[in-house]
């Protein structure tokens, strides 16, 4: 039930080896979610993200550029949306375009002195993810989000530190708004 957007990512473009499709479960994520009585009472089965992605140059490589486009789906566990991961790049100064192809989410970005500010997505909107800054998507919206991301084939990814520690700030729902509050986790 997921609407790819045609036009952008053909499946007839999505053949090969190349090309690496993830699932995210609310199995796999158990340690993202604040609210551990709200994800308690939730189905682990449940799919809160998937990640298509194009590797046209191998892993590492300097100077190439991967493609990917990341749908999440809408939920909350608790009063916490649905949202990605979120990492940091392993090489940390690589940076990041992330453009919204439809939905509606914000991008929460934290530089490594855990300053965490958040940029609305909706269709067409164009994300700079400068080097050294964790990144995180939710879903704030009640359909799909899904985005376009472009970044350094030797860029690789650090998720432990964000799976240790959290983002500084987490973005919950209040009064049907998305505000960003501070982790107490941290
Ligand atoms: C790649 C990138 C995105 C994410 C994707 C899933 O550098 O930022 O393609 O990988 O949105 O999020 P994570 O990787 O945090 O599970
Ligand atoms: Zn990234």
Known sequence: NITKPN??????LLTGENIDRLTRKLKDLGDIFNDK??????DGETVVYDVESSFPVAHGTEGGLFYGITYIHPGKVGQEYFMTKGHFHEIRNRGEYYCTLEGEG????MDENGNTRAEKMIPGSIHYIPGNTAHRTAN???QILSFSAFWPSDAGHDYGTISEKGFSEILIEQEGQPVLVPNIKQ
């Open 37 to 42: 009585a709200a994800f308690a009472q939730m």
């Open 106 to 109: 914000m991008l929460l970005l």
């Open 7 to 12: 036009l952008i990512f053909k499946d007839d």
């Open 140 to 142: 704030v919206g009640e």
